[in-house]
């Protein structure tokens, strides 16, 4: 027996190694695995290379057995083995690979970065042994025909052994001697369990106790060919790997060769509600390295726009860390990323294009992740835009969906803007006063609905050179764009102008600062008035957005447009000459409310509940008393228009980053 002593700083670094880097304690088994696998791949080769150097054969296997009485755990392998020499510079790599200066950029870090940051360069999963065990002896006997068993030992402190040993055929013995805490080790379950979960795709057999059937798949469905696959076993692979019942939309199965070495086999689930069984609780896609799982939620292949999306990756390329835990931020892992996003993208745009109906599935799920993109990805703004779909006035049915293209293929003579309306739903939409002059003369009007339609817009501004506008902006002028589709009809006579602006004052009395200021309507036909906003870009959406992000917001002042010609303003000057100044300003409360409610920013429609009945009651014929109406209308002192606190129950945008999309 021979003993020989680590460097001085090795006691250090495994303290490093097993309190500070391992999140999981039971990834140690993982990593035995993952060494035997590459003793095995070492032996297959040279038994291909070099026959006549190689100890006669035995099957490539590896079998994991427990002694509970002696509280041991033992990963043996058939792979290549180790001699003496092999045992010193193999086990002993922690100690050739610039122990001191690990330790000493652990120092210079001063806790800014963990070591996952600094030590890729070390070979050291063998030691995360060390968490689990107290002791540690490996037994081996190298390939080589005249090579004897060697042991090599140690308790994770100063020194080590390398003493003879009996082993009767080639490959190795790692005997972990187990801490009192972690005899859970020793239940065959549990080791199951964690070869499943982790080393499931590893090529050779992994066998429990006296078990003869391995309990790992060993064959990858992400690596074998499509053409010999058949949907019923990638669908019941989606249902294995997430518990989730239905049939995925659609999938994707790729893989690649150059530059770099991959495959990946990507789902679009059929819902975007978290299925309560899933057993995937975060997003992120299952990352594989040689069929070695390494993520389980690896958020750096997919933006967070894609993020809905489940499956595997595995790569012959990627550089690990210690670990293995998490991978270095290099340029593999951004190139990687960028294929796998570039081919999602594609495929979904050549499913757009070629089978819009299969594609509107999946958009109708997803479409607030993918919408979202299009603000916290700008670069791939030119792939997403495509990928968008809308209703709007060109039909009736909610069912047709149009791409930004498919509007301006449309566009009416000398229109050079692209027009849309935000609302809370369709059908709100398409009864919005502000659509009066866009119908009267044809022009296509995008009903924007979704929630994060408003926060998309930040980063929507214009498509192909054509500036997106809102309906409600106050300075759109269509006189000269598209023909009037309506035939003429005998309109009413507008209210004359001395009169009229007996009108505005009135309204501008009773609504105070609620608005920015009160106008004769140009635009309007077949309503008594409508809300329209000055303000452009961000700002006029920021209400809508601090909603949408449940944050504190204040209702917008705008600027209240009247239809001079509509019977209702009519009325209301017969009403303010014969002096009913209460019921006329319940009809202006009425009329300013009802503006709020079309354009789904009214703070709380249930209040205008009392104030309907009386106006109903007097248009029925019925006395109704002024103080009655006087106790109906609540108007707020000019300056105090209040912050209403957002909760609009669909769930949504969770920060201004945009993170964590929740779709209904």
């Given at each position: 027996m021979?003993t020989?002593?680590?460097?001085a ?14 999140s999981?304690r039971?990834?140690?088994?993982r ?70 200066a ?13 070591a ?8 050291v ?11 540690v002896r ?15 030992e ?10 003879p ?17 972690d005899k ?8 199951k ?17 006296d ?10 469905i ?103 835990e ?8 951004a190139?990687?990323s ?19 109906d ?10 607030r ?52 309306i935000?609302a ?70 507008p209210v004359q102008e001395?009169?009229?602006?007996t009108?505005?004052?009135r ?43 449940d ?20 009325n ?32 709380d ?9 009386l ?12 103080l ?37």
């Amino acid at each position: 027996m021979t003993t020989y002593r680590f460097q001085a700083e090795i006691k250090q670094l495994l303290d490093i190694l097993v309190h500070s880097l391992y999140s999981d304690r039971e990834i140690f088994l993982r990593e035995l695995i993952s060494n035997a696998s590459d003793a095995l791949n070492r032996v297959q080769f040279e038994m291909l290379t070099n026959p006549n150097v190689t100890t006669p054969d035995a099957p490539l296997q590896i079998r994991i057995t427990v002694d509970e009485e002696a509280g041991t755990l033992t990963i043996s392998d058939t792979g290549i083995g180790m001699t003496a020499e092999d045992m010193q510079n193999n086990l002993g790599v922690i100690a050739r690979s610039g122990a001191k200066a690990f330790i000493e950029a652990m120092k210079d870090a001063k806790g800014n970065v963990t070591a996952q940051d600094v030590i890729g360069q070390f070979g050291v999963g063998f030691y995360s042994a060390f968490m689990v065990a107290d002791k540690v002896r490996v037994v081996s006997k190298s390939h080589l025909p005249d090579a004897p068993a060697m042991a090599w030992e140690s308790t994770g402190g100063d020194e080590y052994v390398i003493e003879p040993a009996e082993r009767a055929e080639r490959g190795t013995d790692v005997i972990l001697h187990l801490k009192e805490e972690d005899k859970e080790f020793l239940k065959p379950y549990r080791i199951k369990e964690i070869i499943r979960r982790h080393s499931d795709y590893i090529a050779f057999p992994i066998y429990v106790g006296d078990d003869e059937t391995p309990t790992n798949k060993q064959q990858a469905i992400w690596r074998r060919s499509s053409s010999e696959i058949e949907d019923k076993e990638y669908n019941d692979f989606y249902k294995m790997m997430t518990m989730d019942f239905q049939e995925p939309l659609h999938r994707i199965h790729m893989r690649a060769d150059t530059p770099l070495q991959f495959y990946a086999l990507l789902y679009f689930p059929a819902s975007s509600e978290p299925n309560m069984f899933s057993l995937r609780k975060e997003p992120g896609l299952k990352l594989y390295a040689r069929k070695v799982l390494i993520q389980e939620y690896c958020k750096d292949i997919l933006p967070e726009y894609l993020q809905f999306i489940q499956g595997v990756v595995d790569t012959e390329d990627l550089p690990l860390n210690v670990s293995r835990e998490t991978v270095q931020a290099n340029r593999v892992m951004a190139n990687l990323s960028n294929a796998i996003t570039r081919k999602v993208l594609n495929e979904l745009g050549r499913m757009a294009r070629k089978n819009k109906d299969k594609y509107l599935k999946i958009f109708k799920e997803f479409s607030r992740f993918i919408k979202q993109g299009v603000v916290v990805v700008p670069q791939d703004k030119d792939d997403i835009i495509p990928l968008l779909f809308f209703n709007s006035t060109h039909t009736d049915s909610l069912d047709d969906f149009w791409t930004l293209q498919d509007y301006v293929d449309r566009m009416v003579e000398n229109q050079q803007d692209i027009y849309y309306i935000l609302a809370d739903d369709p059908h709100s939409a398409r009864r919005s006063p502000h659509l009066d002059a866009f119908r009267q003369r044809g022009i296509e009007v995008l009903y924007f609905t979704d929630p994060i339609d408003a926060a998309m817009l930040m980063g929507l501004t214009e498509f192909q050179g054509h500036a997106l506008r809102s309906v409600d902006e106050a300075d759109i002028d269509l006189s000269n764009i598209g023909q009037s589709t309506e035939q003429e009809t005998e309109q009413p006579e507008p209210v004359q102008e001395e009169t009229f602006e007996t009108v505005i004052t009135r309204f501008k009395a009773v609504l105070g600062a609620r608005v920015k200021d009160v106008r004769a309507g140009k635009s309007l036909t077949g309503s008594p008035a409508r809300l329209v906003s000055d303000e452009t870009g961000a700002a006029r959406n920021m209400f809508r957005i601090n909603r949408l992000l449940d944050k504190d917001y204040q209702l917008p002042i705008k600027t209240l447009e009247i239809n001079p010609r509509h019977p209702l303003i009519h009325n209301l000057v017969n009403q303010i000459q014969a002096g009913h100044n209460a019921l006329v300003d319940a009809v202006i409360e009425q009329v300013f409310e009802t503006a709020l409610l079309q354009d789904g920013i009214h703070p709380d429609p249930a209040a205008m509940a009392q104030r309907l009945t009386l106006l109903m009651q007097a248009a029925t014929g019925s006395s109704v008393d002024e103080l009655d109406f006087q106790q109906a209308i609540s108007i707020p002192e000019p300056e105090s228009t209040p912050d209403f606190s957002a909760d609009d129950g669909d769930g949504g945008i969770e920060d201004a980053e945009f993170a964590d999309v929740e779709s209904k």
